[in-house]
C-alpha cells in the first residue's frame, strides 16, 4: 500500500516534471526540471530494487548530463533568456504524432499478456552486475569502453575547434 | 592443276599490293606503281595459267563439273557461310579478261597520271578494286560475292571521286554510291530469300536445289530481285543514271571499272546465277527487254553528245544492254562472249580517248579535231577499237555481236533482232561521228596536241592486238571455241549464218559511210539538221530527261516524305520521349521542397510513419480497439 | 498493487514527452534534453522487465548501464557539436539549420 503511494506520488513528479521540461520557455528552468525528472527516475529505480542503477543514474544524469547540458545552454543561448526554449512550427503536429504514438504504446501493453515471475528480486545487484559485465558482457563492456574514449577525444577535438589558438 | 590449287592467291596478290602502298610506299611514287604492277602481272600469270589449264583438261573442267575448294568463313548454328573458289570456264575466262585488262590499265596509268598528286593513293585504289573485282570472280557462293559486289562498289565510289575536291566528282560518286545501293538492296532481298528457302549460298547447292524446286512464282520472284543488282552495276535501265556521271573519275578507271569490268560483273553474275533465271522463264523475258531497251535507249543518246568519255559511257550502257539481252534469251554463251571482247576493245577506246584528252585538255569532240597528225598511234588503235565496236568483219565486235543478234534470230525473238540491227547502226554512227569529228578533219582549238609517253602507247597497242584478234577464239568456223567452253546446260554450237553476218556487217557499214558524209565530208549541215529536229535533238541531248525526272521524284515526292517522317519523329516521337522527362523534371522540381534540411522534420515524418505502419500491422492482435 | 503494466505505460509516456521535445523545440539543447527523457525511459522499460519478469537475473541492469553509457557519450558529441557550430553559426535554432539540403 504504501508502494502503491510511493509509486504514484514518483509518477507524478517524474510526468509533471518531463512536461515542463518540454512546455516551459526558460531552458534553464527545463534543465532544472530535467534534473527533477533524472532523479524521480532514480527513485522508480529504488522502488524497482536495481540500487545499483539509481546510484548510477543520480551520479551519471542528475549529476554530469545535467551539468553538462547547463553549460551548453550558458555557452550558446544569445537573447532574452525568457524566450531561449520555444517550439518550432511542428509544434501541433509533433504533438499529435507523440500522442498517438503514446496511445499506441498504451493499448499494446494493455493488451499484451506477460508472464509475470514471483521469484524474490535480488538482494543487492552490485555483485552480480559485476560478475555479468566481466564474464558474459565482458566484450561489449570493452566496447563500452573505447566508445567512452573515443566519444571523448571527439568531444575534445569538435568543442575546442580546428586550428584556432584558443 | 597447280594454277587452280593455289587460284585463291589471285585475288591476295592485289590486296598484299594495296596494303603495302598504302602503309609502305606511298610517298615513292614509282615503287608505288611497281608493286601494284608487279602484283597484278602476278595475279595475270595465275589466270592466264588457270585458263591454259583448264583448256589441256581436255574437257575434264567444264561448266557442269567445276573444281570448288572452300574454308569456313562463319559458322554459328544454323548459318554456315563458306569462303571459297570455284574454278569453271567462266571464272577462268573471267579472270583473265579483269587481270589483263587492269594490267593494262595500271601500266598506262603510270604514264596518265604521272604528273597527279594522288599517284600512290590512285594505285592502292586500283589494287583494291582489282582485288574486290578478282574476290567476286573466284566466288563460290552468293555471300561472297555480294561481300566483293559491295567491295567492288566501294572502290568505284571512291574512284569515281578521286578528285574529290571537284564539286561535280563528288556529287557523281554519291549518286554512283546511292544508285548501286537501290539495286544492292533488291540483290540482298533476292539472296536471303534463297537462303531462307534452300538453306544455301553456295552456287553447286543452289544449282541442284533448284533444279528439282516447282514453286515457278517463287523462283521468278528471287530471280528478278536477284536481276535487281546487275541493273545497278551494269547500269541498266532505269538505274544506268550513274555511268554517264561516273566519267568524273580519272580516264583510266572509266576503262577499267567503267568499261571493261565491274560493269560487266552484272552480267557475269547473271551467267553464275544462271539457273535461277533459266528456272523463271518469265524473269528471263523481263532481263531480255530491258537488256534491248537499254541499248537501244543509251545508243540514241550517245548520237548527240559532245563529251568523249560520255559518248562512250552512253556506247557501254548500249553495249551492255546487249550483254544483258543476251543472257535474256538465254545464251551466257553470247553474252560472256561479247563481255569479254568489249572489256578489251571498249578499255581501249577509254584509254585511247585518255590519251587524246591528255593531249588537248578538253573533253568535248568539237575541241579535238585533227589529232591524227600529230597522234598517229592514238589514232589508229582508236580507229581499230572502234571498228571492232562497230562491228566490223573481222575484228572482234563483229563475231560477238553476231553471236548476240544470231541467238535473238534463232530464239525466235524478232523485236530484239531488229532492236539490235539497229543499235549496230546506231553505234557504228556515233563512233565514226566521234573519230571524225575529233580525229580527223580541222583542228579546231588552239591545243598542242602531241602523242603520249610509251607506258600509255604500249597499253594502247596491246589492247588493239587484242580487239582485232580475240573475236576468233568464239567465230563460228572455230573448233573447241568460245561456245565449247562457256555453255549453260549443254554446249551449242553455233553455225555460221552467212545472210547475218553480212547485213550485219553492210548496216554497220551504213553507219559509218553516213558520219563520214555528216561529219567527214560535212555534206550535210548539220547545224541545220539539229534545229530543224530541234525538239528530238533536246530530248536526246539531255537524256530523255530522266535525271530530271529523278530529281524531280526525290524533290517532290521522297523528300516530302522524309519531311513527314522528320516531322513525326521530331514532334510525335521525340514529342513523348521529351513530355516524358519534362514531367520527370516538373515533378522533381516540385518533390524537390519535400527536401526541407531540416532533420526534425525528417524525425518527425519518420515517427508518424512508425506509428502508421504499427498501427497497420497491429489492429489484426489489438482486434480492433 | 503496483504493476509492471504502471511501470510500461509511464516509461512509454516519458518517451512520447522526450519525443515531442525532440520534435517540437528549436533549441539544439532542448532537443537533446529529448533525447534525454527517451532513453530514461527506455532504461525503466528495461529494469521494470527485468525486475517483473526475470528478477534473479540481471541482464536488464547490464543493458541499462550501455545505454547510460551511450547517452553519456551522447550527450558530450552532442553538445560539443552545437557548440562548434554555434561558433560558426552564430546560432543554436535547429529551424536555421537547414543547409541539409538539395
Given at each position: 500500500m504504501t508502494s502503491t503511494i510511493i509509486f504514484w506520488l514518483i509518477a507524478i513528479i517524474i510526468m509533471g516534471s518531463a512536461l515542463m521540461v518540454v512546455l516551459l520557455r526558460n531552458i534553464v528552468h527545463s534543465a532544472l526540471f530535467l534534473v527533477v525528472t533524472f532523479v524521480g527516475v532514480s527513485g522508480l529505480y529504488v522502488m524497482l530494487q536495481a540500487d545499483f542503477l539509481a546510484a548510477v543514474q543520480l551520479l551519471v544524469y542528475a549529476g554530469a548530463i545535467a551539468i553538462l547540458l547547463v553549460f551548453g545552454v550558458m555557452l550558446t543561448v544569445r537573447g532574452d533568456i525568457k524566450y531561449s526554449n520555444l517550439f518550432n512550427r511542428h509544434k501541433f503536429t509533433a504533438g499529435v504524432v507523440s500522442l498517438g504514438l503514446f496511445l499506441l504504446i498504451e493499448r499494446i501493453i494493455l493488451s499484451s499478456d506477460l508472464l509475470i515471475s514471483n521469484k524474490p528480486a535480488l538482494e543487492s545487484t552490485v555483485g552480480p552486475i559485476a560478475d555479468a559485465l566481466l564474464t558474459d558482457y565482458v566484450i561489449p563492456f570493452e566496447a563500452a569502453a573505447i566508445l567512452l574514449l573515443v566519444a571523448m577525444v571527439g568531444a575534445i577535438l569538435l568543442a575546442r575547434g580546428e586550428g584556432k589558438p584558443q | 592443276m597447280f594454277w587452280i590449287d593455289n587460284a585463291w592467291l589471285i585475288p591476295i596478290f592485289p590486296a598484299i599490293a594495296f596494303?603495302?602502298?598504302i602503309f609502305v610506299t606511298k610517298k615513292v611514287k614509282m615503287l608505288s606503281a611497281l608493286t601494284a604492277l608487279a602484283a597484278m602481272a602476278t595475279s595475270m600469270m595465275f589466270s592466264i595459267g588457270i585458263l591454259f589449264t583448264i583448256l589441256g583438261s581436255h574437257g575434264e573442267i567444264n561448266m557442269n563439273a567445276p573444281i570448288e575448294y572452300s574454308v569456313p568463313w562463319l559458322t554459328i548454328p544454323g548459318v554456315h557461310i563458306t569462303a571459297g573458289v570455284l574454278i569453271d570456264p567462266l571464272t577462268a575466262v573471267m579472270l583473265c579478261v579483269v587481270t589483263i585488262v587492269a594490267f593494262l590499265v595500271q601500266l598506262y596509268s603510270v604514264g596518265y597520271m604521272a604528273d597527279d598528286p594522288g599517284f600512290s593513293r590512285f594505285f592502292a585504289y586500283l589494287s583494291l578494286f582489282t582485288f574486290s573485282m578478282l574476290g567476286l570472280v573466284v566466288a563460290n557462293n552468293y555471300f561472297q560475292m555480294f561481300f566483293f559486289w559491295e567491295l567492288v562498289g566501294l572502290c568505284s565510289y571512291l574512284l569515281i571521286g578521286f578528285y574529290f575536291y571537284k564539286n561535280s566528282a563528288a556529287d557523281a560518286n554519291k549518286k554512283a554510291f546511292v544508285t548501286n545501293r537501290v539495286a544492292d538492296f533488291g540483290f540482298m532481298i533476292g539472296i536471303f530469300f534463297l537462303w531462307l528457302v534452300f538453306g544455301t549460298f553456295n552456287f553447286q547447292e543452289l544449282a541442284h536445289a533448284i533444279e528439282g524446286y516447282g514453286n515457278v512464282g517463287f523462283l521468278t520472284l528471287v530471280a528478278v530481285l536477284v536481276f535487281i543488282g546487275p541493273v545497278g552495276?551494269?547500269?541498266?535501265?532505269?538505274?544506268?543514271?550513274?555511268?554517264?556521271?561516273?566519267?568524273?573519275?580519272?580516264?583510266?578507271?572509266?576503262?577499267?571499272?567503267?568499261?571493261?569490268?565491274?560493269?560487266?560483273?552484272?552480267?557475269?553474275?547473271?551467267?553464275?546465277?544462271?539457273?535461277l533465271f533459266n528456272a523463271a522463264p518469265s524473269a528471263l523475258l523481263l532481263i531480255a527487254y530491258i537488256g534491248g531497251f537499254t541499248s537501244i535507249f543509251a545508243a540514241s543518246i550517245a548520237i548527240v553528245q559532245d563529251d568523249i568519255k560520255r559518248i562512250l559511257a552512253f556506247s557501254t550502257l548500249s553495249q551492255l544492254g546487249y550483254m544483258v539481252m543476251a543472257m535474256g534469251v538465254g545464251s551466257i554463251t553470247a553474252g560472256m562472249f561479247h563481255l569479254t571482247t568489249h572489256a578489251f576493245f571498249k578499255a581501249l577506246l577509254f584509254l585511247g580517248a585518255g590519251s587524246a584528252i591528255h593531249a588537248v585538255h578538253s573533253n568535248s569532240i568539237f575541241d579535238m579535231g585533227g589529232?591524227?597528225?600529230?597522234?598517229?598511234?592514238?589514232?589508229?588503235?582508236?580507229?581499230?577499237?572502234?571498228?571492232?565496236?562497230?562491228g566490223i568483219f573481222p575484228l572482234a565486235g563483229f563475231w560477238s555481236k553476231d553471236e548476240i543478234l544470231l541467238v535473238t534470230k534463232e530464239g525466235g525473238f524478232?523485236?530484239?533482232?531488229?532492236?539490235?540491227?539497229?543499235?549496230?547502226?546506231?553505234?557504228?554512227?556515233?563512233?565514226?561521228?566521234?573519230?571524225?569529228?575529233?580525229?580527223f578533219g580541222e583542228k579546231r582549238s588552239d591545243h598542242h596536241a602531241h602523242e603520249s609517253p610509251w607506258t600509255m602507247t604500249v597499253p594502247l597497242m596491246v589492247l588493239a592486238v587484242f580487239a582485232i584478234f580475240i573475236g576468233f577464239v568464239g567465230a563460228p568456223f572455230v573448233e573447241h571455241g568460245f561456245a565449247s567452253l562457256i555453255y549453260f546446260g549443254e554446249p551449242h554450237h553455233a553455225t555460221p549464218d552467212y545472210f547475218l553476218m553480212i547485213s550485219s556487217t553492210l548496216i554497220a557499214l551504213a553507219g559509218i559511210v553516213l558520219a563520214w558524209y555528216m561529219y567527214g565530208k560535212k555534206a550535210v549541215d548539220t547545224e541545220a539538221l539539229k534545229q530543224r529536229f530541234l525538239p528530238i535533238w533536246t530530248l536526246l541531248y539531255n537524256k530523255y530527261y530522266i535525271d530530271e525526272v529523278y530529281q524531280w521524284f526525290f524533290d517532290k515526292i521522297v523528300l516530302n516524305i522524309g519531311n513527314a517522317f522528320n516531322w513525326t519523329d521530331r514532334k510525335v516521337v521525340d514529342g513523348i520521349a521529351d513530355g516524358f522527362s519534362d514531367l520527370i523534371r516538373a515533378t522533381g522540381a516540385r518533390l524537390r521542397f519535400v527536401q526541407t534540411g531540416s532533420m526534425q522534420t525528417y524525425a518527425l515524418v519518420l515517427f508518424a510513419a512508425v506509428v502508421l505502419i504499427v498501427l497497420w500491422m497491429a489492429v489484426p492482435v489489438l482486434g480492433g480497439m | 498493487m503496483i504493476t509492471l503494466y504502471h511501470y510500461l505505460i509511464l516509461g512509454g509516456f516519458l518517451f512520447c514527452?522526450?519525443?515531442?521535445?525532440?520534435?517540437?523545440?528549436?533549441?539544439?539543447?532542448?532537443?537533446?534534453?529529448?533525447?534525454?527523457?527517451?532513453?530514461?525511459?527506455?532504461?525503466?522499460?528495461?529494469?521494470?522487465?527485468?525486475?517483473?519478469?526475470?528478477?534473479?537475473?540481471?541482464?536488464?541492469?547490464?543493458?541499462?548501464?550501455?545505454?547510460?553509457v551511450v547517452a553519456a557519450a551522447e550527450v558530450a558529441v552532442g553538445l560539443a557539436l552545437v557548440i562548434n557550430i554555434y561558433r560558426d553559426r552564430m546560432t543554436t535554432q535547429l529551424d536555421d539549420f537547414d543547409w541539409l539540403k538539395w
Open positions: - | 596494303v603495302l602502298i552495276k551494269s547500269a541498266q535501265f532505269p538505274l544506268h543514271v550513274w555511268l554517264p556521271d561516273a566519267m568524273e573519275g580519272p580516264t583510266p578507271v572509266s576503262a577499267l571499272i567503267h568499261a571493261a569490268t565491274m560493269v560487266a560483273a552484272g552480267v557475269y553474275l547473271l551467267a553464275r546465277g544462271f539457273v589529232l591524227y597528225k600529230n597522234m598517229k598511234t592514238t589514232t589508229w588503235t582508236f580507229v581499230i577499237g572502234s571498228l571492232a565496236l562497230a524478232t523485236g530484239l533482232y531488229i532492236i539490235g540491227t539497229i543499235v549496230a547502226f546506231l553505234t557504228a554512227f556515233y563512233m565514226f561521228r566521234l573519230i571524225f569529228t575529233a580525229f | 514527452i522526450g519525443l515531442y521535445g525532440a520534435l517540437a523545440k528549436r533549441s539544439a539543447v532542448a532537443v537533446l534534453m529529448g533525447i534525454e527523457l527517451m532513453l530514461n525511459a527506455v532504461n525503466i522499460n528495461l529494469l521494470a522487465f527485468n525486475r517483473f519478469l526475470n528478477p534473479g537475473d540481471v541482464t536488464g541492469h547490464v543493458f541499462a548501464i550501455f545505454v547510460i
